[in-house]
């Protein structure tokens, strides 16, 4: 066979609506030495990742950017029992993100998506206290069936350590059996369900049994300048998911803080924390800063976490030994998990400076299957003096609930003086009625 690695980049001429919010989506393609295309994928791709400052550690966003192309030398059509399929896409200095196919007899899947970037990259990483080559990367649950195509309109993160990267509205096909893609498809599981049939009741959430308010915790996030969010509260997941049996429950779940772990980052335009436990893989949340109203806020939720009784991803199968041998599980898709994020809330606000406080039980919709419950909220981000929060802003669920016990004694107060009116009127209208003899 002629040498591997041929690459053709198509750019796309019409711009989807979701291209406008994630980014221009571009089709790659990999093609042997005889110009015959074996992979094909077009969508586009956000990443989110922190990386370290001489003022301490900060968070960047960018998008894989319209001149990302195929790297002709490091992608490949894959060689029969020797070399599995790849294709590596090159943009900025030295940025490359890599996705590696593998088969059995029905499926194809994803096995392992990688991302090198390079910190001495001053216009995604400026101020960046280190010039080093990082390496991520991490199974996926990008899988199709043999001669279709895979297609997921919803977002595909993929959490790779610091980095998560997301795909949106994304087709990929390897293995081609011809130079374009397959119209038959395998659609994500984040886009189903797909019924074949007349699609049933929808089935009724089963509620499952409510914890114990949780316990309320006082975390800490302290950068190279000193403290930069102090945050008092008590939480609880409230997760949506379908489980083996495919019924639909409502879960919740609560923190325990004797056995979370709780990191961050603090920056001048985003502080963060991190809650990790054995169940919870990261639970974050993200605090911004309005410099036009010089407030802060809860901006941003995201969550990784096992479910253990929720419905799995099947396990890859009838890997060849080369493969098996990997250092990377091949069950890796198993792992029954729960993800969503939400990088546009607007909660927990008060002016920088001063703390947001309450006492009433909050709760956070990031997405239609999650949200959080906070108790008990006491919360500072940025410029958090000696350690100890600022002056109070109480919340609107707070100051209502001082203004019912004020309106009923006042209506009280009310009706007890127009008794009182009503009597003494009596009482002289009485005494009038009679002649003193």
Known sequence: M???GGARRRP?????LAGLLHGTAATFVVTDGNGTACIMANFSAAFVTSYDTRNGPTNVTFDLPPDAAVLNSSSSCGKENASAPSLVIAFGRGHRLTLNFTRNATRYSVQLMGFIYNLSDTQIFPNASSKEIKTVESATDIRADINKKYRCVSNNQIHMHNVTVTLHDATIQAYLASSSFSKEET???QDGPFPTTAPPPPPRPSPSPTPESPSVHKYNVSGTNGTCLLASMGLQLNVTYSKRDNTTVSGLFSIDP???SATGSCG???VTLDLRSSRIH??????????NTSQFFLQGIQLNMTVPDARGKAPTSHLPVQESQSTHSQCAFADPTFQADNSSLRALQATIGNSYKCNAEERVEVTEAFSVNIF????QAFQVQGDKFGSVEECQLDENSMLIPIAVGGALAGLVLIVLIAYLIGRKRSHAGYQTI
């Open 282 to 291: 990261s639970l974050l949340f993200q605090f911004g800063m309005d410099p």
């Open 258 to 260: 004797s056995n979370t």
């Open 2 to 4: 002629a040498a591997l």
């Open 187 to 189: 659609r994500c599981e």
């Open 376 to 379: 008990k909220v006491w919360v």
């Open 268 to 270: 001048p335009q985003l």
């Open 12 to 16: 796309l001429f019409l711009l989807l």
